[in-house]
């Protein structure tokens, strides 16, 4: 539970300045709301409802649900019956009741500086409802899936939101995934519709999009799955000839002088679109032609909202499902408080909406507070490693939002690049997507915030849908390193291996005891994954995944996963889905993938590879080998090691023993004990092969 009192030693605080318009001022505070929200969340969530626009009220019970899998089927429901449009939430409530129609939603700024443009919330509800008619036209229904596979545009957050105001279940695929696995989403979730761009530039890299989505569709067209229709925005390639087979020339622009800053805006060569005019269509050509009228289609709280891929354990991405209500009230909350928003913030999160970060704290929850956002289309070190600072400074950033891996990226290249900048708006920072190391802390709070700034550690998951564990920036006081406690509504408890609850200081498996109106609902179309890979292990408890510990002050800190999962710059990656794209070569027998740690990235991968009878490994091999998994996955997956083992260490019974083959990518001697394996000099072999540099 929440302890008495927590230390004033040897923990960072935020100023009293801070704390006094802060929502949740001092420990006490959340600790009173906490307990309430734990008693009974019927009423701690009924009130935070309240804020919201219900088309009809809920009737019957505010919360149901079942965590135990010897009870029955597995649920939580959060205000059932209950009838909403979450669109409706985040745009016309704040346009037409909160006066906010004139206010900024998003700051878009481009990969290339100086590319930038504006948008209010008035401009965007248009939008959203003008696309959301071109959906309707497409036949689009409520219920049916939409595939989306954009770059950092604004058009993204229209495309979502399009779906969500006519009862459509958005799918996202990060642009950086392949074609392969975009098939494998479309696929699973059998959407009817892709919306998807000509190209974009990640820093000077063109990534022609519109390639990898026409490569996807034929993937799933040889699989038996036709989706019928393409959206297609044209990003880079906007005002060139549409619908034409041949794609607009490759051309030059002249650099233009950016007003603002005053730097010079490359202007770079445009894709070639190939137009397939029996399935694509033109973004800009359907929408001109569309209403800016939409009435949203009212849905039950707990009709699906998104559908989400991530890794899972035995190689194929989980659909993790999100339901309307609760997913729209704990984005909300969560976001107001935990960067304790004010009107006049100008937060910026560097997520990509591709992942669930995106998703939560760029789309709905900002637009839940009505806040203004920045929403960025490039790179921390393009064109320099100042960028970050600089946009900060030209938005007056006050609360920033990003992850540890980036800011080990930038720590690299010492405090001068940030201190070129002032910095002087913010007031928060927060961080996400992995554990967060004391010394990257420490260069994040006394660099970046110049020890003015509270950093919130947010642990959550794509699963948890948003934050769980992390500090109130003017209640917590913060450790370096710890995520903190519980956010309201959540109940974690550390269990070991026998599912004992363990009390005090412990370290063990983190789980959660109850319900918050954030959590998956399902995994789609496979509610026996869902419960088994969640519930099963433990009865009555959500399973994390993550391993945890509790200081003797209470603290909860992430110790990592403890599954066959690695984490590599904030992603989740299975070890068995990049074992199955490298076995995939005919030249590799037997594949084991095991995570190395990285500086930067957190970890890296190391993959242990088996050739078949009469290969030889060679330097070629080895470049065919990642460029197949990028094929197969994308960048993210790009091993960072090859090794060639002749032989793997195995137990008697067949199964690698992966502890081995961790300690070797280290290059650590110490294997503790390895009586069970069937040939112990593979060991000796292995650490002779062993890659020294990636
Ligand atoms: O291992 C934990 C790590 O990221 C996992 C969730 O990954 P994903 O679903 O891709 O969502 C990432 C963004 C929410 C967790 O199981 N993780 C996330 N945040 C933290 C973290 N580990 C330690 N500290 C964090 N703050």
Redesign the pocket.
């Known amino acids: 539970m929440i302890p008495e009192t927590v230390p004033k030693e040897d923990v960072f605080l935020a100023s009293a300045e801070f704390c006094k318009t802060s929502h949740v001022s001092s420990f006490d505070k959340y600790k009173e709301l906490y307990m309430k929200s734990i008693e009974n969340p019927g009423e701690f969530w009924g009130g935070v409802a309240k804020d919201f626009f219900w088309k009809t009220k809920h009737c019957g019970d505010f919360l149901s649900y079942n965590f135990d899998v010897t009870k029955g089927e597995i649920f939580t429901k959060f205000m059932e019956g209950a009838t909403t449009n979450i669109c409706y939430n985040l745009l016309d409530r704040n346009v037409h009741e909160k006066n906010l129609g004139n206010k900024v939603a998003f700051f878009w700024e481009g990969n290339e500086p100086g590319d930038a443009l504006t948008i209010t919330y008035r401009e965007l509800l248009q939008k959203v409802c003008q696309f959301a008619n071109v959906l309707k036209t497409q036949g689009v229904k409520k219920g049916d899936r939409v595939s989306i596979y954009m770059p950092m545009v604004v058009e993204l957050v229209v495309a979502m939101l399009a779906c969500a105001r006519i009862g459509a279940v958005h799918s996202i695929v990060f642009a950086g995934f392949s074609a392969e696995s975009l098939c494998e989403r479309i696929m699973d979730s059998e959407c009817s519709l892709l919306i998807t761009a000509d190209g974009f530039y990640r820093g000077d890299k063109l990534i022609n999009l519109k390639l990898l989505a026409d490569d996807a569709l034929q993937k799933c067209k040889d699989k038996g799955f036709a989706v019928s229709r393409c959206i297609v925005l044209k990003h880079l390639s906007k005002g060139a000839e549409e619908g034409s087979q041949s794609p607009p020339a490759k051309r030059s622009c002249p650099d233009l002088q950016d007003n603002l800053t005053g730097r010079v805006k490359k202007r770079r060569p445009v894709p070639q679109v190939p137009w397939n005019p029996e399935v694509d269509q033109c973004w800009h050509t359907l929408v001109k032609g569309a209403s800016d009228q939409c009435e949203p289609e009212w849905c039950d709280s707990e009709d699906p909202l998104f559908i989400l891929y ?1 890794s899972g354990s035995t190689g194929k991405p989980k659909g993790v499902l999100h339901t309307v209500s609760g997913y729209m009230l704990y984005t909300a909350t969560t976001f107001r408080l935990v960067f304790d928003y004010q009107p006049d913030d100008v937060y910026w999160c560097t997520a990509d909406i591709g ?3 995106g998703h939560s704290y760029i789309t709905y929850g900002p637009l839940a507070n009505g806040a203004t956002s920045v929403l960025f289309e490039g790179l921390p070190t393009y064109p320099d490693v100042g960028r970050m600072w600089e946009i900060v400074d030209k938005y007056r950033v006050t609360k920033f939002y990003t992850a540890p891996t980036a800011i080990r990226l930038l720590m690299k290249y010492g405090s001068e690049p940030v201190k070129k900048h002032k910095r002087d708006s913010l007031k928060v920072l927060g ?6 190391n004391p010394e990257a802390w420490q260069w994040y709070y006394s660099v970046v915030g110049e020890k003015r700034c509270p950093i919130v ?7 948890t849908g948003g934050h769980v564990l992390t500090p109130l920036p003017a209640a917590t006081p913060m450790k370096p390193g710890s ?1 903190t406690f519980p956010f309201f509504g959540v109940l974690p408890a550390i269990l070991n291996e026998s599912g004992e609850e363990l009390e005090g200081p412990s370290e063990g498996y983190l789980v959660f005891k109850q319900p918050w109106p954030g959590i998956m609902r399902t995994v789609y179309g496979n509610q026996m994954r869902f419960e088994t890979t969640y519930f099963k292990k433990f009865p009555g408890y959500y399973v ?3 391993g945890c510990k509790r200081d003797k002050d209470g603290y909860y800190w ?1 110790t ?2 403890i599954d066959d999962m690695l ?1 590599v710059s ?3 990656l299975s070890t068995a889905e990049v074992e199955s794209a490298l076995v995939e070569h005919e030249c590799v027998a037997e594949a084991a993938v095991v995570g190395r740690p990285h500086p930067v990235k957190g970890e890296s991968l190391y993959c242990f590879v088996t050739l078949s009878e009469g290969v030889s490994f060679s330097g070629g091999l080895e470049s065919e080998l990642r460029n197949l998994v990028r094929e197969k996955i994308g960048a993210i997956a790009t091993p960072d090691y090859i090794q060639n083992a002749p032989g793997l260490p195995k137990t008697r019974s067949g199964k690698i023993m992966r502890r081995v083959l961790r300690k070797i990518a280290c290059g650590e001697r110490e294997l503790g004990d390895i009586s069970t394996l069937a040939d112990s000099s593979v060991v000796e072999q292995l650490f002779q092969n062993r890659c020294c540099t990636a």
């Open positions: 991530t992942w669930i970060t961080t996400v997507g992995e554990p967060i550690d947010t642990f959550w998951q794509t699963e995520a994390t995944g993550d992430i990592g996963r984490n904030g992603h989740l």
